[in-house]
């Protein structure tokens, strides 16, 4: 189905490693937000490291002293054992948490991590640990806006042409692509939903599009809406195209087979074996 031989060329067309690249990408959502507690360190690290994944997907908000963090929601209640907004705690408050308090592998009969140094990570300690690595960054936070810090930090870096960059916000997501430059971008929410109207109503072709990477969901509101047509058409107005959040084998195979750009998933070490199994087969 696809090979391993493909690199991300020298001289890049788009100026995008994400554009240019020419196989199917490894995502891992949230660093793998099933194997382990999400948007931490170590679970990015053990992504990188044991599954080998091409692309590191996180969400980015900022406390209350200005520090861009990695974190989902937009308070701490869900993920540790603290409460309240991000933007409410300083960012040495919030080192006082522990990210790793509420996962639990197995329904809640156990929580391994507990006490085991997980925290909630800075944006600049993400991308200077893993500069090889591609980026998918969700910009969560709409006020006091942060996106052009973030993509100040990721030019900074040197990271530019590694990372795609958007926001489920379509407030946020058009403040982004004012700003983005070359940096490579994907829908809101609402963009999406258009966009999928467009290509129900055979508009697709003609449908503007903004953005250069599609991450779209498999289902939305219960209903499939990632179909190999829609996928090719994207791709046909030079768009790469990610899906999510794909952690059974089997479907991860099905949407391989639709030709998708790259699968996101919260289960790693699943999508790394599928992928494993897909080339065998070939």
């Given amino acids: 189905m696809f090979k391993n031989t493909f690199h991300i060329k020298r001289q890049m067309a788009s100026g995008s490693a994400i554009l240019d690249i020419q196989r199917p990408l490894h995502i891992s959502h949230r660093g793998g937000a099933l194997n382990g507690p999400e948007n931490t360190m170590p679970t990015f690290q053990r992504a990188v490291e044991d599954f080998k994944t091409d692309m ?26 603290g409460n309240g907004p991000i933007q409410s705690l300083s960012f040495k408050e919030l080192g006082q948490l522990d990210a790793g308090f509420s996962f639990s592998p197995d329904g809640g009969n156990s929580y391994p991590y507990r006490g085991q140094g997980y925290k909630v990570p800075k944006l ?24 052009e810090e973030v993509m100040k930090m990721i030019r900074d870096a040197g990271l530019a042409e590694r990372t795609c960059i958007g926001s489920a916000s379509g407030v946020v997501g058009r403040r982004i692509r004012r700003v ?26 003609w449908y503007p599009l903004a953005d250069n990477v599609i991450s ?15 996928v090719r058409q994207l791709q046909s107005r030079g768009r790469k195209v990610f899906t999510f959040i794909v952690d059974d084998p089997e479907e991860q195979k ?8 790259g699968v996101m998933t919260d289960r790693p070490d699943v999508l790394r074996e599928t992928m494993k199994e897909i080339q065998t087969d070939e």
């Fill in 56 to 81: 590191l997907e996180f969400d980015v908000r900022s406390t209350s002293d200005g520090v861009i963090v990695v974190h989902h929601d937009s308070n701490v209640d869900r993920t540790s054992n």
């Fill in 180 to 205: 983005a430059d070359r940096l490579a971008t994907f829908p809101s929410e609402t963009g999406l939903r258009r966009l999928y109207i467009s290509f129900r109503l055979k508009l697709l072709r």
């Fill in 216 to 230: 779209i969901p498999q289902f939305d509101r219960g209903k499939e809406i990632l179909t190999e047509s829609f």
């Fill in 124 to 147: 600049a300690e993400v991308l200077h640990s893993f500069p090889d690595k591609l980026f998918h960054i969700d910009v969560k936070q709409n006020e006091p806006s942060i996106e």
């Fill in 254 to 261: 099905r949407v391989f087979e639709m030709g998708v750009d």
